[in-house]
């Protein structure tokens, strides 16, 4: 009986291995549709499809209110990645493992970085080596962004420099007039008023790109729990300071937030939820969040409404 | 059915057939929550490895969680052979320490921010492994994750078939082979790191579930089935191989994640068996009633 066990093994291997180490002769189909573009996160998706418009199809992986790190590849997203001719990501880490498998798939298809337009000297370091991922919160840092994803594609499109060229003239001047109105809505909240507490560490770049102080009861990954220390700390703050509301995410728990409201509260300081703030991806379009403008609107709007008595009807800028 | 499914279904049976056959002896020896075990214990790996390397290059990753995946299995050993602790809860106090000792060290030296877990530095996914082609001179070779799983098998597949004799017998009656001579811990330490490797391999090439499905729900099936080991090897690879191919076509049609389909296939296989064997024995009842 063993003996035939091992025969039949020996038989199977061999086998393989010729199927194997012969290899197969390949042909680089290099994409299997040239007007595809992937996107990683929908905020991307948002600024590519207004650099191409309707003259290239763009797919997006991550949907409306997907955390980055809880997102698990459906077989069409990885077919459409196998499809792609260009795949745009944001770079620093913010797509976990699959940062790996875009700079290995670099011979075959045209991988472009959100980051690699951008100065590292205004990127938020969180430690020695790594920085924060969440640059879309800082619209001038982000727009760094989309002008180098507007180059490559120039790049590998050159037939269309011209319309990608205007479309993003015209993207670069709403980003800035939004940058615009967002920092004088902001700078209308009381400065001792102007602390944003939120779930999770999304919020430094929108903190110093509007002068706003940013505290988060949990660390840039969204694994680890939040420290005793840190709620509490949180709760003098909030009590010290009378900060009126904390915020949560669209894409991570409340739990913890609910934590530091019990906490203040047994402090005799009424905290309320302020909203809920879009993080890491957009809305739906039921909720108007649901372009990378509309998002950061939305975002400020819940901001002011809950930080400030009165909230200033500001010019909208469609 | 394309390249690009047959790269994927010849990297899931590999790792079927690996984790079935390492399964079967985990099983008998009631020790199978190893392979879970070492999916949470490798966190304090990756961060020394992180540490060490200061980025996120798979290769340290992989490094810094075979050792600690090995390390595991030793420290798993020492509670439940020196201390006599039973060995569930020798499993079960290792990888939560393990664990928890990895939070504690991001919390302390990553400032407590660095995004770094096992999902995001080391678990891969079975779906986008096609897309990590090796191709040389013009010739198609697998996928990098293919080529990384499959001197992995051959091992597995050379020590079941070269040590066989060694396992039964360890999987069997330990005492027996003690007083008969036979180095059992020459044995189980070379199993224990050939099952931390091999684990830790496919995590890196195809996530945690989709290891931890494989390497108990094959083999408890065919444990239900058959009653002695060569035929339990078969059939729990069988059973891996059918699970791997009807949950793969399932996934694509429903176009839900890969892993989890297989696990539920093959979840849904051993329910089924389940079922058969009790109609078998409630059948046999009515015969000898009547």
């Not at chain 2, 504690?104 to 891969?124: E, K, R, S």
């Not at chain 2, 003690?178 to 059992?184: A, D």
């Not at chain 2, 890969?258 to 009790?278: D, E, P």
């Amino acid at each position: 009986m063993i003996k035939k066990f091992i025969s039949l093994k020996f038989i199977f291997l061999a086998i393989f291995f010729l199927i194997v180490f012969n290899g197969c002769v390949w042909q680089p189909q290099k994409y299997g549709d040239p007007k595809l573009i992937v996107c990683t996160t929908t905020i991307i998706g948002d600024a590519v499809k207004e650099l191409v418009k309707e003259r290239y199809s763009v797919k997006t992986l991550m949907g409306a209110g997907i955390d980055p790190h809880m997102y698990e590849a459906k077989p069409s997203d990885i077919r459409a990645l196998g499809n792609a001719r260009v795949v745009v990501y944001n770079g620093l880490h913010l797509e976990g493992k699959m940062t790996d498998l875009f700079e290995r798939m670099k011979d075959e298809k045209q991988i472009i970085a959100f980051s690699n337009g951008m100065d590292n000297n205004r990127l938020i370091k969180v430690n020695s080596h790594t920085f924060d991922p969440h640059v879309w919160f800082d619209p001038l840092l982000w727009l760094d962004g989309v002008k180098e994803s507007a180059n490559q594609l120039i790049k590998i499109f050159p037939k269309d420099k011209e319309f990608i060229l205007s479309n993003y003239k015209s993207l670069e001047n709403d980003y800035k007039r939004l940058n615009q109105d967002l920092k004088y809505q902001i700078h209308s909240i009381p400065k001792s008023q102007r602390v944003l507490i939120t779930s999770h560490d999304a919020f430094h770049y929108f903190g110093k790109a509007f002068d706003l102080e940013v505290l988060a009861i949990q660390g840039v990954s969204t694994v680890s729990e939040p420290g005793l220390k840190n709620v509490s700390n949180l709760v003098n703050l909030i009590v010290k300071r009378k900060v009126k509301a904390i915020f949560i995410e669209s894409s991570v728990s409340s739990k913890s937030i609910k934590a530091v409201i019990e906490g203040c509260k047994t402090k005799g300081q009424i905290v309320k939820i302020g909203g809920t703030l879009y993080s890491d991806a957009l809305g739906d379009k039921k909720s108007g969040a649901n372009t990378y403008i509309g998002m950061m609107r939305k975002n400020v709007k819940t901001l002011a409404l809950a930080l400030k008595v009165k909230y200033k009807k500001y010019v909208e800028l469609n | 059915m394309g390249i690009n499914d047959l790269l994927t279904l010849i990297t899931a049976l590999l790792i079927a057939w690996s984790c079935s056959l390492l399964g079967c002896f985990l099983v008998l020896r009631k020790a199978v929550m190893v392979g879970d075990a070492i999916s949470h214990s490798v966190l304090p790996g990756i961060v020394i490895a992180y540490l060490v390397s200061s980025n996120f290059n798979s290769v340290f990753m992989l490094i810094g969680a075979a050792f600690f995946g090995v390390f595991t299995t030793v420290i798993i050993d020492f509670f439940h052979k020196k201390l006599k602790l039973q060995e569930d809860a020798s499993i079960g106090i290792t990888f939560t320490w393990l664990f928890a000792l990895g939070v504690i060290l991001i919390a302390l030296f990553t400032d407590g921010n660095a995004d770094l877990d096992q999902d995001c530095v080391l678990f891969g996914e079975l779906g986008t492994t096609f897309l990590d082609k090796v191709i040389y001179n013009g010739r198609l070779f697998g996928t990098r994750s293919m080529l990384m799983i499959l001197p992995v098998f051959i091992l597995v597949v050379l020590f079941v078939v070269v040590g066989f004799k060694g396992l039964q017998i360890l999987s069997f009656h330990e005492e027996f082979a003690k007083s008969k001579g036979i180095n059992v811990n020459f044995w189980h330490y070379s199993f224990m790191a050939l099952v931390s490797i091999t684990t830790v391999m496919s995590f890196e090439s195809v996530g945690a579930v989709l290891v931890v499905g494989l390497l108990v729900i094959p083999p408890a099936t065919s444990y239900l089935l058959v009653e002695r080991l060569i035929p339990m090897l078969w059939l729990s690879c069988l059973v891996s191989t059918i699970s791997s191919l009807l949950g793969y076509f399932a996934s694509i049609y429903f176009d839900v994640s890969i892993s989890s389909m297989i696990v539920v296939t093959s979840g849904a296989i051993f329910i089924l068996v389940i079922i058969y064997t009790k109609l078998k024995i409630a059948f046999r009842k009515k015969i000898v009633n009547l």
